[in-house]
């Protein structure tokens, strides 16, 4: 039944569409304003794009195995504006067959979009001046004035879900790099290609570039790429990088670009050595910071960390009245994180209730080539809090990589020696976002380690790791016993894997002499 309760959700991308839906689904009168358009970040500019980019990018790969399948013919040729013009038709497909817009007027919601950046006036008033025009709808707590001229909205609770944008590093010349944002723009493929940020997303750009046969540089400031990782997975990504001849650069500081007449030039210092490259292109890949500029919040009152807004445990902000939900929390980046975000922060708002939020159980992928997957704790997490037990079952043990001839990669299962509970999963190589999937639905089933051994995959399948993973696990912890099976011949439960620890008899599964 709907209330007289006013909710006004700032930011229309994963977060705020799944807030003011769930708001609306409780009965609040919901209104949805939006600088731009709504899904657009998603479409248009992260993941859609990087993911056909990304399939792309492995089309061409796969042609140089063709050989290994008894196939002949010449490699593919990139041309780089018709894999973005097919970017942007998944991007074109999916706003139309989806119509957000409409879904959420047909849902009751009074959307506006193409506002501009949205801001507080007080705790309880938002103000934008209207852009070209798709105004909302009227409804209670919305003042419209006629034109172009500010529009103001009140509410009783307020929602923010603004987001993040790319950030970039404060070095001279840094407005000489480009940012993913800029990839649409492309019109040539740069033959010479440097990276600055070793992360998820400057992973994802040196690997599609590489796969398009340019020539990459991954430069890190920290150790390893992808510090967020599992060292397992940072380091056998690293090393599948490095053996397909793309450079990564750790420890590596990058501090001034410069316009040179055969490309940009990078300077940076490695250690106590300092040393220069060129390249066509330089992307900055080096955070991500939350979209508050614009908004405000001191007018609100509300506090942030950094450019994030500061939540608690129930996604409320320091002012009672006003939730936050997605990456303008700083928590997860990801889309998933967004709508769950999303969703709580509705809940709490409407219902006034105080839902905790979890972050246990959240599965995520990156496209590179290999691809990585993570549900859960690092090893190294897990082993801070717990004793842990790890199997990891390497992919050139099992049929299906094999014969599909990408038997780089493994699965990694981590699990609580005493609850038997897994912790963590790190999956390397073909569908690990799927995979890892498998691994998540048993976590949120909460499933002990025995019950995923005994669980039936299908054969011959990448999947088949989870099992085999958890069956090493038994074996280390002493139940169940499980027989011999071919894929185990040879495996020392991840034995040779290059993380510190790997080879620590006491937190490895292992497969037993047959
Ligand atoms: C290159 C790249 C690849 C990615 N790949 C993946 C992936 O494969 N999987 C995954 O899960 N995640 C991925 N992500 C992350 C994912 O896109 C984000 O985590 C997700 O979009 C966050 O959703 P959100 O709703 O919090 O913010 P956003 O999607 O950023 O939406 C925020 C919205 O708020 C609007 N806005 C901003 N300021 C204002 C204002 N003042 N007033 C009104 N409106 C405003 C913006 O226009 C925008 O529409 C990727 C990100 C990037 C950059």
């Not at 750790?250 to 501090?255: A, F, P, Y």
Request: charged letters at 20%; aromatic letters at 6%.
């Amino acid at each position: 039944m709907d209330s007289d309760l006013r909710v006004v959700v700032v930011g229309g991308g994963p977060a705020g569409i799944t807030a003011a839906l769930q708001a609306r689904e409780l009965g609040a009168q919901v209104t949805l304003l939006e600088a731009g358009h709504v899904g657009d970040s998603t479409l248009n500019r992260g993941p859609a794009p990087v993911r056909t980019l990304a399939r792309a990018a492995r089309l061409a790969r796969d042609w140089s195995s063709w050989a290994e399948f008894g196939l002949a013919g010449p490699p593919p040729v990139p041309d780089l504006p018709a894999m973005i013009a097919n970017s942007e038709r998944v991007a074109r497909h999916a706003r139309e067959k989806r119509d957000v817009p409409g879904y959420l007027r047909q849902q009751g919601i009074n959307l506006a979009e193409d506002l501009g950046p949205v801001r507080f006036t007080d705790p309880v008033t938002l103000t934008a001046r209207a852009g070209n025009s798709s105004a909302g709808n009227s409804s209670a707590g919305v003042s419209r004035a006629s034109g172009h001229a500010d529009r103001t909205w009140t509410a009783d609770r307020i929602i923010l879900a603004v987001g993040g944008h790319a950030a970039r590093l404060p070095i001279p010349g840094a407005e000489l790099a480009l940012t993913y944002e800029d990839l649409p723009g492309l019109e040539t493929l740069p033959q010479r290609v440097a990276v600055i940020g070793g992360a998820d997303t400057g992973c994802q750009l040196a690997s599609i570039f590489d796969d398009l046969g340019a020539a990459v540089t991954v430069y890190e400031a920290g150790a390893t790429i992808i510090p967020a990782a599992d060292a397992d997975v940072s380091a056998e990504l690293c090393r599948a990088f490095r053996a397909r001849d793309m450079t990564v650069a750790t420890d590596t500081i990058v501090t001034a670009l410069s316009q040179q007449h055969d490309g940009i030039r990078l300077d940076y210092r490695a250690g106590e050595s300092a040393g220069s490259s060129v390249a066509d292109a330089v992307f900055m890949a080096v955070g991500w910071p939350a979209s508050t500029a614009t908004l405000d919040l001191r007018a609100a009152g509300v506090a942030v960390t950094g450019p994030a807004v500061t939540v608690d445990d129930c996604l409320r902000t320091s002012v009672p009245h006003i939730f936050a939900a997605g990456d303008v929390t700083g928590h997860g980046m990801l889309v998933q994180t967004a709508r769950m975000e999303g969703r709580i922060a509705a809940k709490n708002a409407v219902l006034g209730t105080a839902d905790v939020i979890s972050y246990d159980v959240i599965p995520s992928g990156s496209f590179t080539d290999p691809e990585y997957g993570r549900v859960g704790l690092t090893e190294a997490a897990a082993a801070a809090s717990t004793e842990v037990v790890v199997g990891i079952a390497r992919y050139s043990e099992l049929l299906r990589p094999v014969a599909d001839g990408r038997t780089d990669g493994f699965c990694k299962l981590i699990a609580d020696r005493r609850s038997h509970r897994l912790v963590g999963a790190h999956v390397l190589g073909e569908y690990s976002a799927e995979t890892v999937q498998t691994v998540a639905a048993c976590m949120a089933a909460g499933l002990t380690v025995e019950h995923v051994a005994e669980l039936q995959f299908a054969f011959p399948t990448f999947t088949e790791g989870v099992s085999i993973a958890a069956q090493m696990i038994c074996r280390d912890i002493g139940i169940g016993r499980f027989p011999q099976v071919w894929s185990y011949l040879g495996a020392e439960g991840g034995k040779g894997l290059s993380s510190h620890g790997s080879d620590n008899p006491a937190r490895r599964g292992r497969a037993q002499a047959p």
